[in-house]
């Protein structure tokens, strides 16, 4: 399957990518769209499976847009095939819900490392190994949306497999685990919780990429427990413009 022209489950090859090394991820097909019409000169490539896919411009370099669909498997194999097609910087644009009493509805969070309470993962390389993003991108994308003038937080995120696990874990066999766990991670500071960004990292650190992911907060279910009003913020824009810039700034440095 590695030898094959047309990568199976993403439906593109090389040639169609025209030496695209940036590749901005959402998890919805649905986003895709929308993040090419903030590019130059975008058009689409194709839809196959979960994978909407649009090609695009920023300063004349050409940006892939592709989702991943949800969760960690349909986000490994993207990348896997986007790597084998030339793609070599990865930004997740993602949405998350907050844990953090600071942390609220319409803020940016910016992955710096991820908790692999996911499978993916652990079928690449033991659970000691960490999910971490690469610096570089890290820091473009903290700058950006300074300069844009978000509130950001950056720090460690939670990845999970299971939405429903998370959101009503009290009815699952398994649920004192699932209960405890979350718990420790709020105690030792996780930001937010999401279902991807593990399974981004630890792929693309086995096979020598750069990653990174910025996620808007569109909940905060512990403040809703704590008697704080839960917002919630949909607005998608913000990490977008986010990612954007901070390609344009890591082009301008090359």
């Not at 978000?150 to 398994?174: A, E, L, V, W």
């Not at 699932?178 to 709020?186: D, F, G, S, T, V």
């Amino acid at each position: 399957m590695e030898k094959m022209e047309t990568m199976y489950h993403i439906g593109l090859k090389k040639e169609d990518i025209k030496g695209a090394k940036y590749a901005i991820l959402p998890g919805d097909p649905g986003r895709v769209e929308k993040i090419a019409e903030k590019l130059e000169n975008a058009y689409p490539l194709g839809t196959h499976r979960e994978y909407t896919s649009f090609l695009g411009k920023i300063e004349e370099e050409n940006i892939l847009i592709i989702s991943t669909g949800m969760g960690g498997p349909s986000t490994a194999i993207c990348v896997e095939e986007l790597a084998q097609i030339g793609i070599k910087y990865l930004i997740r644009v993602g949405t998350s819900g907050g844990m953090q009493p600071d942390v609220n509805a319409g803020d940016i969070v910016i992955a710096q490392a991820a908790i692999r309470q996911e499978g993916t993962s652990k079928e690449y390389v033991p659970i000691e190994f960490p999910a971490v993003a690469d610096i570089d991108l890290i820091n473009a994308l903290r700058k950006s949306a300074s300069e844009l003038g978000y509130t950001s937080h950056t720090g460690i995120i939670q990845c999970k497999d299971s939405f429903y696990g998370q959101h009503n874990p009290q009815r699952m066999p398994i649920g004192y685990e699932l209960e405890n766990k979350w718990n420790a991670w709020i105690k030792a500071g996780a930001l937010c919780s999401e279902m991807e960004t593990a399974s981004l990292y630890t792929v693309a650190s086995i096979l020598k990429l750069k990653a990174a992911a910025v996620l808007l907060v569109v909940w905060n279910q512990e403040q809703e427990k704590s008697g704080i009003s839960n917002n919630t913020d949909f607005d998608v824009d913000k990490e977008i413009n986010v990612a954007i810039r901070a390609i344009y700034h890591l082009i301008k440095k090359s």
